[in-house]
């Protein structure tokens, strides 16, 4: 596991125009989920289905606010019904009773370009709530569950890693290592687009837990 | 199948049998919660039950028991004032559960957050002859409120449009309506008032109110018609909320039918549903993994 370091509710720059664009993808939601309605600008509220063939599985009453956004964070989600217990173990911070339904480092990996909640929706929350149905049913989670902490963080960078080939460990090492990140760089994912078009959000949390340093070390090590 | 056929069978689906797991769970905690006022109050309190089971409007989405716990008059022991009395209800009860204080009643809540569908409701009778009582009120203009528990549940209970209550329950629940039962109720009386629809049309009437002409609409609580401001909980903001989701529910009902506003009719429990919830985990193209702040 490599080690990493990183305050979780460090905030990134804020994005100008995020919440402005976020709030017309809200209406392409709803549309999609008609029990869910949009209250203010930020904020989803209403209650997600599990369905299957024309029958409803299970249902969540859930509250999501997408204002993080504006500071690279992903949207809070929240059960609100009272049903899930408000433990670690069920996902759930005991803090603010907020939902981790996935690592951000990567959701922000397989979705590139600007954020979409529809995708976020119908990805990791509704994985979450399915995975929460199974579990209060007696069965493990159905796609395993990182461990808590900077602990899943760190298992979830050596598989970052593992899963690179040595030209791409390399593309990814020479950015981090620079002192000053720019949106014209070529985005290291091979996809041969600018970051700003493709992976700005994973490169900014990838960099928080690997600083330019810190990469630097990293990059001279594997000459 | 037919809309009234679907709203009839959602009605079943949403009825709680008195051997349920859920109800006995709901005695359970109830029986705890009494014996913490017995034994923190004595015999001094009035203990009854009152909420959507002793209206005959429960639904498995949202149930919800009331323990009302009265105190006599000129009995002091449980504090002076009613703020006093609901602070030393809400004391004794933060001792085993954690209490959420709402406008007059605490809701209790597990120590992990599971909510246990409880209200307490303390407050004082005003006299020895009737049932009218005091109830401390957290928030709003007023500090008390005078109401009578028994007359709203006749007036529920006698309205003739329970099914419709239960119905509009579960639209409120199922879009995270945050607009209190109390109103909702005393709403679709007075809008089904002299009613002789199909509970299809009269559902399609409720929506229609609320969505378009809802500042004709006033109600008054049936304990107090005139001294009770019912305005906080049926103010601007709850109608202009509650307006966007009934036209939102009637455009979705015209193009999507009752199954778009109020769900899917449901699977019962059982390994038929657990497969099914294994399949459709299956076929998640995303497969995320939760993880925790830690």
Redesign the interface.
């Known amino acids: 596991m490599l080690s990493v370091g990183w305050p ?1 509710h460090q905030p990134l720059e804020a994005s100008r125009g995020v919440m402005d664009e976020i709030h017309n993808k809200l209406h392409s939601l ?1 549309e999609r989920y ?4 949009i ?1 203010g600008n930020e904020l989803i ?3 997600l ?4 063939a ?6 969540f ?3 999501i606010d997408f204002s993080p956004l504006q500071q690279g964070l992903l949207p809070k989600v929240s059960e ?4 899930i ?4 173990d069920r ?3 005991v803090k603010d ?1 907020t ?5 951000p480092e ?2 922000f990996l ?1 979705h590139a370009g600007p954020f979409d909640p529809v995708t976020f929706l ?3 929350v ?3 709530f ?2 929460q ?2 579990v209060a ?1 007696g ?1 493990p ?6 461990k ?5 963080r760190g298992d979830w960078l050596s598989e970052f890693f593992e899963s690179l080939s040595q030209i791409e460990i390399k593309a990814y090492l020479d950015l981090l290592s620079l002192k000053e990140l720019k949106g014209h760089f070529i985005c290291p994912c091979g996809s041969s687009r600018r970051i700003r078009n493709c992976h700005l959000q994973f490169i900014k949390l990838l960099r928080k837990m690997i600083p330019p340093n810190k990469a630097e070390e990293w990059r001279l090590r594997r000459r | 199948m037919k809309p009234i056929e679907f709203l009839h069978e959602i009605l079943r689906e949403q009825t709680l049998s008195e051997d349920s797991t859920e109800l006995a769970a709901l005695r359970e905690h109830r029986d705890e919660v009494e014996k913490v006022l017995r034994d923190t109050f004595g015999s001094s309190p009035t203990i009854r039950y009152g909420g959507s089971h002793a209206k005959g409007d429960l639904i498995k989405d949202s149930y919800d028991l009331d323990i009302i716990c009265y105190f006599p008059r000129d009995d002091k022991d449980a504090g002076d004032t009613l703020k006093a009395i609901y602070e030393n209800v809400e004391k004794a009860l933060s001792k085993h559960w954690n209490v959420e204080c709402k406008t007059s009643a605490l809701r209790i ?2 120590k ?4 246990f569908h409880i209200d307490v409701v303390p407050g004082r009778f005003i006299d020895e002859k009737t049932y009218d009582v005091f109830l401390y009120r957290a928030s709003g203009e007023k500090e008390r409120l005078r109401t009578n528990i028994e007359k709203h549940i006749d007036h529920v209970k006698k309205s003739g449009v329970i099914d419709a209550i239960k119905l509009v329950k579960l639209w409120r ?4 309506l945050d607009f209190k039962t109390f109103a909702l109720e005393l709403l679709v009386i007075k809008i089904l008032k002299n009613s002789a629809q199909d509970l299809d049309e009269q559902l399609k009437t409720i929506l229609t109110a609320l969505a378009d002409d809802q500042n004709a609409i006033s109600i008054e609580d049936p304990a107090n018609p005139s001294g009770n401001d019912l305005s906080d909980i049926w103010n601007p903001s709850i109608r202009s ?1 509650i307006t ?2 009934a036209k ?1 529910a009637l455009s ?1 009902l015209q193009t ?1 039918g009752w ?3 109020l ?5 019962p429990e059982g390994p038929a ?2 497969d ?7 076929t ?11």
């Open positions: 979780v709803v008609p029990t869910l309605h209250v509220r209403g209650s289905p599990i369905e299957e024309g029958s409803e599985l299970d249902r009453s859930v509250e609100t019904g009272g049903r217990p408000h433990h670690e996902h759930i911070n009773g939902a981790c339904v996935c690592l990567d959701y397989r119908d990805g990791p509704r994985d979450f399915i995975g149905a199974l049913r069965d989670w159905p796609y395993g569950e990182w808590h902490g900077d602990a899943g | 809540r597990g992990d957050q599971i909510d629940n199922r879009n995270g909320m966007v989701a939102n979705n999507r199954e778009s506003v769900g899917q009719l449901t699977m549903k657990n099914a919830l294994r399949r459709v985990a299956s998640s193209t995303s497969r995320s993994k939760p993880w925790c702040h830690g």
